[in-house]
């Protein structure tokens, strides 16, 4: 691994330059100048870094000594060491005499900023990582792979947890994320997306039995709180609990397709269940699949014959009381003979007759597709 590299030596040289007003070098374990406060002595090969590297220790160089060395000014020049191991050299320009009281500062502050550099490089690795997991989890198919389940294992990440998927679609992820992540549990899992923020989370052990309405108690804190404070309207979908892996790609499938449809059906709601929107999820899949294509003309041809949608209108309320026809004439403000001439109009059109259960059913699938398209 390459610990100590051109951006980080110049950052090094540069702060420390700040400090002490002389000008550093810094050489890597070649001998290669690779940051200085002197831009034309970068890459050049420095023959006192090389024998510091070879003697294992530091040392001062005068100006006579200097004369002698290839690509060398005096000053002192000092390993820098990460994990027992010389990894390069940091030189101070100066007379020794002047600037021998820097020296083992400024070798411990390269050091100090390698380890720091080392450490943020290896928690930036991490959450790679991390997000790798998370995802082959919201995607896992029944297969384990070993570097799989290694990488968990490192990762402290219990795949045995019960998890459910919650997706929340935001307008502004980084700032959602800051007020979650306080929020989080450390078993719960999340997964950045372009205009959303997944999260798996975990499900107490007394709560199995009643998953949605634990989950929608959070979901509501979460709407609630970024409204309020982070004056920011977000929407999140709930998928349905299931065991193991499998089950928790299920239930990020189900969030993910329940997103879709409320957002299409319900647009001012806030929070959208599986539970609650099974059908028209159903009818997403299976329209994906092709399987809704034969009842797909019927609301097209209602609406060619019904330009002021008067009876997609008229069925759609139809549906939503159940197919009481008080209740729909009540709805519409119109009279029950108007109601009767309306649904024998779409039963003229589509073939039809929302009157029949099996019939009413098709115009229902018809009209949540076309809704949802």
Known sequence: ?????????????????????????????????????DKNRIDNYHEGAVMVLDKGQGF????????KLNGVKAGINLPITFEGTIVGVIGITGPPDEIINYGELVRMAAELSLQQAVLMNEIQWDERLREEVVSQILHFEGKFDSL?????????????????????????????????????????????????????????????????????KIAEGWHNGMKEYLKMDVKIAIGDYHDGLTGTAKSYLQASNTLIAGLKLE?????????????PVFLLVASREGLTEDLEPLIALLSRK?????????????????????????????????????????????????????????????LLNHVMK
């Open 1 to 37: 691994m390459e610990f100590l590299n051109k951006q980080l030596a110049q950052e090094i040289v540069d702060r420390t330059m700040g400090i002490i007003g002389r000008n550093i070098n810094v050489m890597d374990n070649r001998g290669i100048i690779i940051g200085s406060g």
């Open 60 to 67: 001062a160089i005068s100006e006579v000594e200097a004369k």
């Open 148 to 216: 799989f389940l290694e990488r968990s294992k490192r990762l402290g990440i219990d795949l045995e947890l019960p998890r459910s998927a919650m997706i929340i679609l935001t307008p502004d992820r980084k700032k959602s994320f800051s007020f979650l992540k306080n929020r989080l549990e450390k078993e719960d899992l999340f997964l950045m997306q372009h205009d959303r923020i997944v999260i798996l989370k975990k499900i107490p052990s007394g709560e199995t039995t009643n998953v949605l309405s634990y989950l929608k």
């Open 267 to 279: 647009v001012e709601r806030h929070i959208f269940t599986y539970k609650d929107y099974y059908l």
């Open 306 to 366: 019904d330009p002021k949608g008067e009876l997609t209108e008229t069925l759609r309320v139809y549906i939503e009381t159940n197919g009481d026809m008080n209740g729909t004439a009540h709805q519409l403000y119109i009279h029950r003979n108007t109601l009767r001439y309306r649904l024998d109009k779409i039963t003229e059109i589509t073939g039809k007759d929302p009157r029949k259960t099996t019939e009413l059913l098709h115009l229902y699938i018809a």
